[in-house]
């Protein structure tokens, strides 16, 4: 237990004295909508009639909302903290309250980020020390922290994806001790922080029903979690909450997406179209490319529900996730380069358990790596933006295809330990 705190302690550190050097562009939406939250109230922050905004309207579900607005009062409370004390204290350098200013809440708006990727973490250590022992438990741990993928995302860029991806692991950890209620639950938030992970429902709901629970178990978890969401919904909703958010997901969470063949994505639209931006219903054949990417999903996806269908074992279930995670990444249009995160979790799990994966993991780290920084160019590597540009662009296309010939090894991989039973 001590290792893992250490390395968890470690990881914290790394991460929170680098979340103070830079921030992406979209930390600054984050800001206005946590302190727009304060403002308007949370019955007119997403009305209609609320459109004064600094840069975009807010298109994330109530739970991102929370996390901005709550970030923000701590922001208001460790600001104030050293500002008395810059106050109290004649010998307290004042540098430090000028550097607050500018920096101190863009870090702070990382913080939940930072803290899933530790939870993360945390659970495949749990996972694999269950599984096997603690020393891959540790390895494993180790292995997702470290992983650059990972720490870009929260750390530097500052991006949500982590705090998802936390409550969505949490979900199917308890899953499998069987604890329905907690894992309804989180999963319920999971998707109303963000949506991205709405893919891995059917494979949860398969779980729950192959665990064969109760009616009466089924009913009052459902029930239990309604309720959590209901409530945390009252004060956006007037008193209609699950109406109110039907039109929400529906008009604004989804409706208004970009639509385009592949935002920035490395995968099989990269390849096939290049990374411009271009409408996702223009026509490859006979079909849209947005009717072929569903689908090509649709039958990668299949065979993974399968699997789960019938075993609900921790490699199954995992390979499930990993196959989901990475078919949508793969075959999807309209994916940002940041809609691989989910295949990091479980894919680490995956690779601790089977070492014949770990090439295919370094090689998907690898280039998702150079996706994530590919047009924010930060650091700026002046030889890597050139080369990364050169052609027209003709290398995202190129590791477009790299990585939808590394998911096809993957897949194989997947098919054969399938047809063999041997997952």
């Known amino acids: 237990m001590k290792k893992i705190i250490k390395i968890l302690l470690l990881a914290l550190i790394f991460r929170f004295v680098i979340s103070f050097i830079i921030w992406h562009p979209d930390i600054n939406n984050h800001i206005d909508w946590g302190i727009r939250f304060w403002q308007y109230g949370p019955q007119k922050f997403f009305a209609?009639?609320?459109?004064?905004?600094?840069?975009?309207?807010?298109n994330q579900p109530p739970g991102t909302i929370y996390i901005f607005a709550g970030i923000e009062k701590l922001f208001e409370f460790v600001f104030s903290v050293f500002w008395w004390i810059n106050?109290?204290?004649?010998?307290?350098?004042?540098?430090?309250?000028?550097?607050?200013e500018s920096n101190l809440y863009p870090a702070l708006l990382k913080l939940p980020s930072i803290l899933s990727d530790l939870g993360i973490a945390y659970i495949i250590y749990k996972l694999l020390k269950s599984h096997k022992d603690e020393k891959l438990g540790i390895l494993g741990a180790t292995i997702f922290l470290v992983n650059p993928v990972i720490w870009y995302n929260s750390a530097v860029w500052g991006q949500t994806d982590a705090i998802v991806n936390f409550f969505s692991l949490l979900a199917f950890y308890f899953l499998l001790q069987k604890k329905l209620t907690?894992?309804?639950?989180?999963?319920?938030?999971?998707?109303?922080?963000?949506?991205?992970?709405?893919?891995?429902?059917?494979?949860y709901l398969i779980v729950v029903l192959?665990?064969?629970?109760?009616?009466?178990?089924?009913?009052?978890s459902a029930v239990l979690t309604a309720s959590v969401i209901g409530l945390l919904t009252l004060p956006f909703s007037r008193g209609e909450p699950f109406?109110?958010?039907?039109?929400?997901?529906?008009?604004?969470?989804?409706?208004e997406q970009l639509h385009i063949i592949t935002a920035n994505a490395f995968n099989l639209w990269a390849a096939i179209a290049g990374i411009h931006e271009r409408p996702e219903t223009l026509l490859l054949g006979?079909?849209?490319?947005?009717?072929?990417?569903?689908?090509?999903?649709?039958?990668?996806y299949v065979p993974s529900l399968i699997l789960v269908y019938k075993r609900q074992d921790v490699k199954s279930i995992f390979w499930s996730l990993s196959i989901a995670a990475i078919s949508?990444?793969?075959?999807?249009?309209?994916?940002?380069?940041?809609?691989?995160?989910?295949?990091?979790p479980v894919l680490t799990i995956l690779t601790l358990l089977d070492r014949k994966l770990l090439l295919a993991y370094l090689s998907i780290s690898l280039i998702n790596l150079l996706n994530l920084y590919n047009f924010w160019w930060v650091p700026k590597i002046q030889v890597l933006i050139d080369f990364m540009s050169a052609g027209n662009r003709l290398m995202p296309r190129v590791l477009g295809f790299f990585n939808f010939g590394l998911f096809l090894i993957l897949y194989r991989h997947f098919l054969r330990l399938l047809k063999v039973g041997r997952i």
């Open 87 to 100: 106050i109290k204290i004649p010998l307290f350098p004042s540098g430090i309250i000028t550097f607050f």
């Open 243 to 255: 109406g109110w958010l039907y039109w929400l997901y529906s008009k604004k969470v989804f409706g």
């Open 286 to 300: 006979p079909l849209s490319y947005a009717i072929w990417g569903k689908i090509l999903f649709l039958f990668a």
């Open 328 to 344: 949508s990444f793969m075959l999807l249009t309209n994916m940002h380069e940041r809609y691989l995160y989910p295949l990091f």
């Open 182 to 203: 907690l894992s309804l639950v989180v999963f319920a938030l999971s998707l109303y922080i963000k949506a991205s992970l709405l893919i891995f429902a059917p494979i």
């Open 210 to 220: 192959r665990q064969k629970y109760s009616v009466k178990q089924l009913i009052g």
């Open 48 to 58: 209609p009639s609320t459109n004064v905004w600094n840069f975009t309207w807010p």
